[in-house]
C-alpha cells in the first residue's frame, strides 16, 4: 500500500509500508461506521485437527482464503477468559463470567481469575480448566485499513509466549515493532490428539517512521477492543480444544 503525499517543503513524496496509514483515525471511521452496531472484526480462524492452513477473510465472506502463512503487525492483545456453568448451546447465549483482561472476571463468580476455582485444572472433562483461556490478537496486514482479530488457541499460547521473550531479549522490542510471520504446526497433545499449533516469527523491524504510525495505531485498537464483546465463534472452538490435563503444557498469561 503506497500513497502520494505532500511534504513540508512542497515536494510530493511516495509513502509505502505503514506510513500510508499517517493520517488514518481508526476511532473516528469504525465509531462513524458501526453507530447503533455491535463492534467487531474479521476473524482469521485457526483450524482444528491439526491442519497447517489458516482462514483469512476475503471479498466472499463465505469462501475465505487458505494461507499456509502471512505476516502482520501485532497491534494489541490481550488475554480472554469464558466461562459457562452449562454446556454452550450455541447462538447468542452469553457467557456466566468473562474476564477481557485475565486478572478480572465480570459475572457469576466474577472477581480474581488467579483465586478463582473455575481457573484450576481438574474443574472440566480431560483434567482442562472450566474457565477457557484464550488470547486475542489484533494483526494489521500491509496494505490494509482495518485489522483482523485472531484468537489464539490455549496450546498456541506457549509458543507466543516464548516469541514475545525472544522479542524482549533483542533490544526490549513490543510486538507491535516489528512485522511477524504467522504459520502452523501439526501436533499432537500428550494424549496423542492432533491439534493445530500457531508459530511466529519476525518478518523485519519496523522503520522509526512506521513504528509512530502504529504506535497511534495500537492506542486506537487498544481502545476499540474494550467494545468487542464475547465471539460465539470462539466459544464454539474452544469447546473443541483438545488439552492436555498436563499443566507444563501451558504456560500461564
Given at each position: 500500500?503506497s500513497?502520494?503525499v ?34 467487531t472484526?474479521?476473524?482469521i ?8 492452513v ?11 482464503e ?13 488475554p ?36 478463582c ?6 474443574t ?12 486475542r ?7 490494509e485499513?482495518?485489522p483482523?482479530?485472531?484468537s ?13 521473550m525472544?522479542?524482549f ?7 507491535n ?22 508459530q511466529f ?18 492506542e ?11 465471539n ?9 480444544e ?12
Amino acid at each position: 500500500m503506497s500513497k502520494k503525499v505532500t511534504n513540508e517543503t512542497g515536494t510530493d513524496v511516495i509513502e509505502s509500508g505503514f506510513c500510508a496509514l499517517t493520517n488514518i483515525n481508526l476511532t473516528k471511521m469504525i465509531t462513524e461506521e458501526f453507530a447503533g452496531l455491535d463492534l467487531t472484526f474479521d476473524r482469521i480462524k485457526i483450524p482444528s485437527g491439526g491442519a497447517t492452513v489458516f482462514e483469512v477473510p476475503g471479498d466472499d465472506p463465505d469462501q475465505p482464503e487458505a494461507v499456509r502463512e502471512f505476516s502482520a503487525v501485532i497491534l494489541y492483545h490481550h488475554p480472554l477468559l469464558v466461562y459457562y456453568k452449562d454446556a454452550y448451546s450455541g447462538g447468542n447465549m452469553p457467557p456466566d463470567c468473562s474476564s477481557f483482561d485475565g486478572e478480572t472476571g465480570e459475572g457469576d463468580p466474577g472477581g480474581a481469575c488467579a483465586k478463582c476455582p473455575l481457573n484450576e485444572f481438574g474443574t472440566a472433562e480431560n483434567g482442562g480448566k472450566a474457565c477457557k483461556a484464550r488470547r486475542r490478537l489484533y494483526l494489521l496486514r500491509e496494505g490494509e485499513i482495518f485489522p483482523f482479530m485472531l484468537s489464539l488457541p490455549t496450546l498456541s499460547l506457549k509458543p507466543f509466549t516464548r516469541y514475545l521473550m525472544r522479542l524482549f531479549s533483542k533490544g526490549g522490542r513490543d510486538s507491535n515493532s516489528v512485522v511477524t510471520a504467522f504459520s502452523l504446526k501439526a501436533t499432537k497433545n500428550k494424549e496423542g490428539k492432533p491439534y493445530s499449533q500457531a508459530q511466529f516469527s519476525v518478518d523485519r523491524s519496523l522503520t522509526a517512521e512506521e513504528r509512530a504510525v502504529i504506535a497511534g495505531l495500537s492506542e486506537q485498537v487498544r481502545q476499540l477492543s474494550r467494545a468487542v464483546g464475547v465471539n460465539h465463534g470462539e466459544v464454539s472452538e474452544m469447546d473443541a480444544e483438545v488439552i492436555s490435563n498436563a499443566e507444563d503444557d501451558i504456560l500461564p498469561f
